[in-house]
């Protein structure tokens, strides 16, 4: 049996399906992702389309665990999430410096190895 072969029988023919939408890794909700285009951008708070693009949204609401579900290794460990990123427009696949968590009454802005809130600047 071919090594392809045996991964397939153990892990079945989707194992390396490419994603859609974010919401084919995780559950949908109200909680928007948005990655940066480039490094740190200038956010405009009026439209953040100019530097961010939208990965989509998730149920998920604390930045935290959402800050570790979109590193790549949990995203796309097998780079399921390559064809997704590149048709949103993404560069990167794990969320860093200048990424952006929006909940319904909040946002955050990923900042090093803090996540900040934009409104106050606090560590979350």
Same mark, same amino acid.
């Given at each position: 049996?071919r090594?392809?072969?045996?991964?397939?029988?153990?892990?079945?023919?989707?194992?390396h399906?490419?994603?859609?939408? $974010?919401?084919?890794?995780?559950?949908?909700g109200?909680?928007?992702?948005?990655?940066?285009?480039?490094?740190?951008?200038?956010?405009?708070?009026?439209?953040?389309?100019?530097?961010?693009? $939208?990965?989509?949204?998730?149920?998920?609401?604390n930045?935290?665990?959402?800050?570790?579900m979109?590193?790549?290794?949990?995203?796309?460990?097998q780079?399921?999430?390559?064809? $997704?990123?590149?048709?949103?427009?993404?560069?990167?696949?794990?969320?860093h410096?200048?990424?952006?968590?929006?909940?319904?009454?909040?946002a955050?802005?990923?900042?090093?190895?803090?996540?900040?809130?934009?409104?106050?600047?606090?560590?979350?």
């Amino acid at each position: 049996m071919r090594v392809y072969d045996l991964t397939e029988s153990l892990l079945g023919p989707d194992h390396h399906k490419q994603y859609e939408t $974010l919401n084919d890794k995780y559950p949908a909700g109200d909680t928007e992702i948005w990655y940066a285009i480039g490094r740190r951008p200038q956010i405009d708070k009026n439209d953040i389309t100019k530097s961010h693009v $939208l990965v989509g949204k998730v149920q998920e609401t604390n930045p935290k665990k959402i800050f570790g579900m979109m590193q790549g290794e949990l995203l796309s460990p097998q780079g399921e999430a390559g064809t $997704l990123l590149r048709n949103v427009g993404a560069d990167h696949t794990s969320m860093h410096d200048g990424d952006i968590i929006r909940t319904t009454d909040r946002a955050f802005v990923v900042d090093g190895s803090n996540i900040l809130d934009i409104q106050t600047g606090e560590k979350v």
